[in-house]
């Protein structure tokens, strides 16, 4: 392996498919050890049902050119996650980056739907699927990753602190676990930072998952014939997007000065200079505020 992250062993909880396999693959790129993990294995299938595994995001790891290590584990359940740890602490020594990326939740939302008419056993299990399991998984890993100064926590989420704290998102219950991870990354900003460590929470733009292109009918090949029906989409990445502004973070010496901040794949694009695999630059943020919730006909020129 060689690379800037050549050395690095980093933890991708909820790698199985998107943005945490986009993050994954990219992180081997640069040259990683990076554990997957998730609940959807070769041998069975979480209740998402769908084909994507983590051994198939490993092998895409060792791929890319770093060494992918899959790990089936419930972030909901304490014991499996101190299990996890013990094995990294047991083979490697040592934790350089961990990205908290479990989420589980799109099945379990209801677009525009007030808190009292929201199936509640759904909104619940959405809240844990996406706090509880960052909260299991930073208690059990941070002992680890402070062994040695300079370490990298990543929080997952939808939406910079700056658009959410004015904009409604999705539902009661979305709204909250994504605000949620956000406030998550600035209280282990503060518990971190003195410890030599660096927190920040990092959203995507409008993603290319797997998800959203077969509910939009296409590939990744021709995303583009989904605009005739949803224009915006235009200025949507891959997940791999978002990755490189992992790994750019994690080989970012001067990291430091991000602590407990809330930063965008977009944004960071622009400071580190990299592209999505296309070679464009998409600013989803930026966009969403000036085009779309502005009300503007659909053009991502001089977004991307």
């Given at each position: 392996?060689?690379?800037?992250?050549?050395?690095?062993?980093?933890?991708?909880?909820?790698?199985?498919?998107?943005?945490?396999?986009?993050i994954a693959v990219e992180l081997g790129a640069a040259g990683a050890t990076?554990?997957?993990?998730?609940?959807?294995?070769?041998?069975?299938?979480?209740?998402?049902?769908r084909p994507e595994t983590i051994e198939d995001t490993a092998d895409l790891?060792?791929?890319?050119?770093?060494?992918?290590?899959?790990?089936?584990?419930?972030?909901?359940?304490?014991?499996?996650?101190?299990?996890?740890?013990?094995?990294?602490?047991?083979?490697?020594?040592?934790?350089?980056?961990?990205?908290?990326?479990?989420?589980?939740?799109?099945?379990?939302?209801?677009?525009?739907?007030?808190?009292?008419?929201?199936?509640?056993?759904?909104?619940?299990?959405?809240?844990?699927?996406?706090?509880?399991?960052?909260?299991?998984?930073?208690?059990?890993?941070?002992?680890?990753?402070?062994?040695?100064?300079?370490?990298?926590?990543?929080?997952?989420?939808?939406?910079?602190?700056?658009?959410?704290?004015?904009?409604?998102?999705?539902?009661?219950?979305?709204?909250?676990?994504?605000?949620?991870?956000?406030?998550?990354?600035?209280?282990?900003?503060?518990?971190?930072?003195?410890?030599?460590?660096?927190?920040?929470?990092?959203?995507?733009?409008?993603?290319?998952?797997?998800?959203?292109?077969?509910?939009?009918?296409?590939?990744?090949?021709?995303?583009?014939?989904?605009?005739?029906?949803?224009?915006?989409?235009?200025?949507?990445?891959?997940?791999?997007?978002?990755?490189?502004?992992?790994?750019?973070?994690?080989?970012?010496?001067?990291?430091?000065?991000?602590?407990?901040?809330?930063?965008?794949?977009?944004?960071?694009?622009?400071?580190?200079?990299?592209?999505?695999?296309?070679?464009?630059?998409?600013?989803?943020?930026?966009?969403?505020?000036?085009?779309?919730?502005?009300?503007?006909?659909?053009?991502?020129?001089?977004?991307?």
């Amino acid at each position: 392996m060689s690379g800037p992250l050549k050395d690095k062993v980093a933890l991708v909880a909820g790698a199985t498919r998107g943005a945490g396999r986009g993050i994954a693959v990219e992180l081997g790129a640069a040259g990683a050890t990076v554990y997957v993990t998730g609940r959807t294995t070769r041998e069975r299938r979480s209740e998402y049902d769908r084909p994507e595994t983590i051994e198939d995001t490993a092998d895409l790891v060792t791929a890319a050119g770093g060494q992918g290590i899959a790990v089936p584990t419930d972030h909901l359940v304490p014991s499996e996650v101190r299990t996890l740890v013990d094995r990294i602490a047991d083979e490697q020594g040592r934790l350089d980056v961990l990205v908290n990326d479990v989420w589980g939740g799109e099945r379990l939302f209801e677009w525009d739907t007030p808190v009292w008419e929201h199936d509640l056993d759904n909104g619940l299990r959405l809240l844990r699927l996406g706090i509880e399991t960052h909260a299991i998984t930073s208690h059990h890993a941070l002992p680890l990753l402070l062994r040695r100064p300079g370490g990298l926590v990543v929080e997952m989420t939808d939406g910079t602190a700056e658009y959410n704290a004015a904009t409604y998102r999705v539902s009661f219950f979305y709204d909250l676990a994504k605000s949620a991870v956000l406030r998550m990354a600035f209280a282990l900003g503060r518990e971190l930072g003195p410890r030599g460590a660096t927190a920040v929470a990092l959203t995507p733009g409008w993603l290319r998952s797997e998800m959203m292109l077969e509910n939009f009918g296409v590939t990744e090949d021709n995303w583009r014939d989904a605009l005739e029906r949803v224009p915006h989409f235009g200025i949507s990445e891959t997940p791999f997007y978002v990755g490189r502004a992992v790994a750019a973070l994690a080989a970012d010496p001067e990291r430091a000065r991000w602590n407990g901040e809330s930063l965008s794949s977009g944004g960071l694009a622009r400071t580190y200079g990299f592209t999505d695999r296309d070679g464009s630059r998409p600013d989803a943020w930026r966009y969403l505020v000036e085009v779309q919730d502005a009300g503007k006909p659909a053009d991502a020129t001089g977004y991307r």
